[in-house]
């Protein structure tokens, strides 16, 4: 199975728009979040990985809203692979309040080095199948 | 022909990341500029329309990212509508720095009034072949 | 005593500047959650005062930095009431990471009404030494 | 006379807050954006002084707010050196809407290098009374 994590965090107010609505350049925010945190949840650090020289770049994010969502709500956000490559991870994200689907996303990030160079991405951060083979 | 504009601006030091570049959902807050100045153009404010009870909100948004944005370049966004239905407007983006495409992106607004019920586009907002109609 | 309260939190990546750094206007950001985790443990919540018209303003803020704070680390803010007036609250933040002092904070906030008027702070968020007289 | 500079900008969505006004802690990078300019109107880059070593942090930070900034409008700052050292400059800020004051501001900078080290600021940014010195 993929992996996948849950967390769970609470609306600021400054990213809350004039509407009243957290802004929707936000919830790629709270994506990166989910992100991090499911590679903590794995054992991995995002923050060692870069002084390593692993780094990682968004190719594409994309992102559809269902309903909006207002300070101080506790939200929930459920981050998975949906599909790795040699230097590519595609993460599917569903963001929720309580039962109600507030957002659902979908972002691939590619690794590289210093440089701004694709490199594979190292074998401690592969898939359960991939350490299989 | 569908309304487009181009907006010129300039990299600010905190909208930059730890890797030096233009965190990845700083692109959308660029894109709603690039509609925003858009409105202008046409001889629309976005904030006169708020106060009319006149709001849009993002259903959907999408970006591939090409090449990686630095502090203090000087940017330009070609903002277009690429498809008008009478409740929802899709734009579509493109960002250079000179001649070379930083990143392309798609959004999907939708009309809403204050309680963020769909209703219609008002017909000043309408396109030029609709307004033929 | 003025009421204190030690909020824990960890820095984002999209929080971090180009030099590595938390950027110097997100100190302030952080001191706004302080004032909000005070306020939710003595039993209120900031959200529903705005919904029944009493709403505070940042009409001075002041920081001192100390020592830089970078992405992924785990910081605590204790946040307290300095002084309080019929109309505006002081609150004093000290930010740490572990046992080093990351920065110090002043700010003033006043209560307003939806008009923006200064109107006099709630019998409920007066001081225990109010509360007693 | 101490270097000054003017800098005109429009207040853009997401930097306003769910009350409708420009948040606090935005202030501080308008502040940032004034001093940039008044750096390239004296002919300097900081990006170029950051790729050469020269880097600023912010020690101390103060504003104090007189009347709130709303989305779309035309904000004017006025950026000035108040004070210069061999390592620190403070900055003081005004912030207006057409004759309007809305923000008065405060920063001290240091110089440091790379590991964060204060070092003397470089000549060329030396203050014309220095230079004559």
Known sequence: ??????????????????QGFVHHSRF?????I????????LGHSYADMERQGVL???VRAECRYRSPARYDEELTLL??????????IDHAYELRRDGT??????TTIACVDRAGELQPI??????PEKRKG
């Open 1 to 18: 199975m993929m992996p996948e994590h849950l967390t769970r965090f609470r609306v600021r107010y400054p990213e809350v728009d004039a």
């Open 28 to 32: 790629f925010q709270y994506f990166e």
């Open 34 to 41: 989910g992100r991090c945190e499911l590679l903590r949840s």
């Open 56 to 58: 990682f770049v968004v």
């Open 79 to 88: 981050t998975r692979v949906a599909r790795q490559t040699a230097v590519r």
């Open 101 to 106: 689907l507030l957002a659902e996303g979908l």
């Open 122 to 127: 190292p074998d401690f951060l592969k898939g």
